[in-house]
């Protein structure tokens, strides 16, 4: 990001960074950052509330009246990420034949159909569209099942598209059904790794597929760091 | 630890590009200035290409009037459910609206510009190839100021 803030600039167009990470933005020595301690993801700070992110945009404009640079100036409000799960219900089981995981997916379909149409588009669709949550869910048990990886995907399983689309499907219906204020950042993600049935089974599926020497490439980009 | 600290330490412990000084332009007054957002979340709209998983140096113009925007970014490691809430979380489009309509700024751009921010280390096409193309158009559309907003 600020990089580009090098090129635009040096192309005649004044830019303000809002920065994430202070120590890159001071290496970098881009001409004007605004340093926001906010959680990743969210560079405005809160969702949902128009007068805070005004305020950021109004300190970062700010910055445009310094008459030399580089500017690198700390926002002093700070907002931190929430790691406790969302609180959220999850589908009854209800058709035993199938794996829990793509039983419970199925369940939150009529949720997930709700979003979308609110929302008007869906962050799922990298490598399955929402018809195809379940049967993501249900190839990742194969292989927790002991199949071999190569069985059931072919020689190239683009690991980290199943798993947006898996935490995207599961993200959209559980903030549909949550409902109130927006969730403290990383809220939906901890409810998804260690509430879901579909969580557990990408977790699952990620150290079946190390026991099985799949690539790092397969394995490592299936979850988040540190989980 | 939390997750964010463990990135933030990750992060500043890779190489950035060097630069040898610091650009800077000279705007015209803010309420006079015409104003794009340039984030390196990766958003696109449904009818245009997605950025591809890992080191993808292209960019995708964004009109003044796109709303549905998809965040396109590879990364597993920052916060999505608040882009999915709140576009202007990440996207301040309808912010910038407020704050020319009040005033504020001069004009807001026609067309924004989204990058994707998953680059090798070296960046270099950014710098010299894609980084300059996505700045000419911009300033083809008069713009004198870009807010850079990461994810």
Redo the contacts between chains.
């Keep these: 990001m600020c990089v580009l803030a090098h090129v635009l600039e040096a192309a005649g167009i004044a830019t303000v960074a809002l920065a994430a990470m202070r120590p890159v933005a001071e290496r970098i020595k881009a001409p004007r950052v605004l340093y926001c301690e906010f959680p990743l993801g969210r560079p405005l700070g809160v969702p949902g509330d128009a007068e805070f992110q005004r305020k950021v945009l109004r300190a970062a404009f700010d910055l445009l009246n310094a008459p030399s640079g580089p500017q690198l100036v700390d926002y002093p409000r700070v907002v931190e990420a929430d790691e406790t799960p969302l609180a959220c219900v999850l589908p009854p089981r209800f058709d035993p034949d199938v794996a829990a995981s793509a039983d419970e997916a199925q369940g939150l379909r009529a949720a997930y159909d709700r979003a979308v149409a609110r929302r008007g588009t869906t962050e799922v669709g990298r490598s399955v569209d929402a018809d195809g949550v379940p049967g993501a869910l249900a190839q990742l048990e194969r292989v927790i099942a002991g199949e071999h990886w190569k069985e059931v995907y072919g020689p190239r399983l683009d690991t980290l598209a199943v798993a947006h689309d898996l935490r995207a499907y599961y993200q959209e219906a559980a903030l549909e059904l949550a409902g109130g204020p927006p969730p403290g950042a990383r809220q939906a993600e901890a409810w998804f790794f260690e509430k879901t049935e579909a969580g557990k089974t990408l977790t699952a599926a990620r150290d079946a597929l190390k026991e099985q020497g799949a690539p790092e490439g397969v394995t490592f980009y299936l979850l988040p760091v540190g989980r | 630890m ?3 600290q ?3 330490d ?3 412990s890779l190489p ?2 060097e ?1 040898d000084s ?6 015209p007054p ?1 309420a006079e ?1 015409t104003v ?1 957002i ?1 984030t ?1 979340a990766g958003l696109h709209r ?1 009818d245009q290409d ?1 950025f591809a ?1 890992r080191g993808d140096v292209s960019y995708r113009m964004l009109d003044r009037g796109d ?5 396109g970014h ?1 990364s ?11 576009r ?3 996207y ?1 489009i ?3 609206e ?2 020319a309509a009040d005033g ?2 001069g004009a807001v751009a026609p067309r924004h510009v989204a ?1 994707a ?1 998953n680059q090798p280390d070296t ?1 270099s096409e ?2 010299l190839d894609t ?2 193309a ?3 158009e ?2 083809a559309d008069g ?9």
Excluded: H
Excluded at chain 2, 67 to 71: C, P, Q, T
């Design positions: 939390s997750s964010d463990t990135m933030r990750l992060m500043a950035v590009p630069f610091t650009p800077w332009a000279s705007p803010l200035a794009a340039v390196s449904a997605r998983g709303r549905e925007l998809v965040l590879w597993q490691n920052f916060d999505r459910s608040a882009f999915v809430l709140d202007n979380v990440v301040p309808d912010r910038l407020e704050l504020t700024l990058f921010g960046v950014v710098r980084g300059p996505a700045a000419a911009l300033r713009v004198d100021v870009a807010i850079l907003t990461p994810v």
